[in-house]
């Protein structure tokens, strides 16, 4: 996977509840609205977490342990998955919360492996993703420069193919905390590390905003419905909503791909020719007549002298004789020192 190019990832997180035809379905639906990539999350309970643990507060429907066991996939299916994403013609990708399942994405082969903001931390899972031979993208939802640079100088000494994201974890994030400053601050302190932003507020303009801004991989959370369970659907977008984006974020690489040269308008010439204007004459102007201002306008079309050149009329004579609303042209005026 080449990290340096435009991708545009659906999270598709825990969304599809356990259900590999769920899951299976939003691939379909997130590949026909544009998406470069799909990712899910991959998590063994036992290897995870402690049964006992806190939930967050956006979502307390059922214990983290039981509900990370109950919507599991087994091998077979994360292979069945990850052939659904290929038919459809997207990459696949997935982040694991344990160094187990890691190990499973690394044997199913995944395109590339998500770090998760909350394992930045976690040194020794760090440390075999950077041996593990794929592509990792970096998630700072939670981090501090310092635990940054920490994640990073790791996969950075092994020479990993690795691009760092920007994100906040906050759900959903305000605008005030979307942070679309630290693209430009990730740049400048990782310059050959391609630089995303994985995005938890509401809308499109901050993902389109960060593209403008720099980051290269666009990540939205992605639900068939934002009526669906779990503590992903309500903050995701729908089809509808993830079709205008990558719609807009192709249009707008297309548009910094091109830029405009304003040097030179030679390619409107004809709409120049149809839309500006012409010094004409207002009343007739018989051969001879010293030419007033009050003898001449501006209409189009814009196929005689410009109107720049009123100014410069007035005074002198008129070689032929003028109606009204003739367009006067260069070869209609007696110029001084013309032969």
């Not at 340096?4 to 599809?16: D, N, W, Y």
């Amino acid at each position: 996977m080449d990290l340096s190019k435009r991708k545009i990832i659906a999270e598709l997180g825990m969304t599809h509840d356990g259900s590999r035809g769920q899951a299976e379905a939003m691939i379909a639906a997130a590949a026909e609205c544009g998406v470069d990539a799909v990712k899910l999350q991959t998590h063994i309970s036992s290897a995870e977490t402690v049964r006992n643990a806190p939930t967050p507060p956006y979502f307390k429907a059922e214990p983290r342990y039981e509900y990370f066991e109950r919507t599991a996939f087994s091998k077979d299916v994360w292979k069945e998955l990850k052939s659904c994403a290929k038919e459809h013609g997207v990459e696949f990708i997935s982040s694991p919360f344990s160094i187990e399942a890691a190990e499973l994405l690394v044997e199913i082969g995944v395109d590339a492996i998500k770090v998760p903001s909350g394992e930045i931390t976690n040194i020794p899972y760090l440390e075999y993703l950077s041996g593990c031979g794929l592509p990792i993208i970096v998630s700072s939802g939670m981090s501090s420069l310092e635990e940054v640079d920490e994640c990073m100088e790791i996969f950075l000494k092994n020479n990993c193919n690795v691009a760092l994201m920007q994100c906040t974890s906050e759900y959903p994030c305000g605008p005030e905390h979307v942070g679309l400053n630290m693209i430009g601050e990730f740049g400048k302190r990782f310059p050959n590390v391609p630089i995303g932003f994985s995005d938890h507020s509401s809308g499109v303009w901050a993902a389109i905003a960060a593209f403008y801004a720099g980051a290269r991989i666009i990540e939205k959370h992605f639900t068939l419905s934002k009526k669906m369970y779990g503590p992903d659907a309500k903050m995701s977008m729908e089809p509808e909503e993830m079709r205008l984006l990558c719609d807009s974020i192709k249009m707008l690489e297309q548009a910094m791909e091109n830029p405009v040269d304003k040097g030179s308008a030679e390619e409107f010439s004809e709409m120049k020719r149809i839309f500006q204007k012409s010094v004409v004459a207002v009343e007739e102007i018989p051969a001879g007549t010293v030419i007033q201002k009050e003898m001449l306008g501006c209409k189009k079309p814009g196929t005689g002298l410009s109107t720049r050149y009123l100014k410069e009329i007035v005074g002198l004579t008129a070689k032929r004789d003028l109606k009204v609303d003739d367009i006067i042209m260069y070869e209609d005026i007696n110029w001084p020192g013309a032969s």
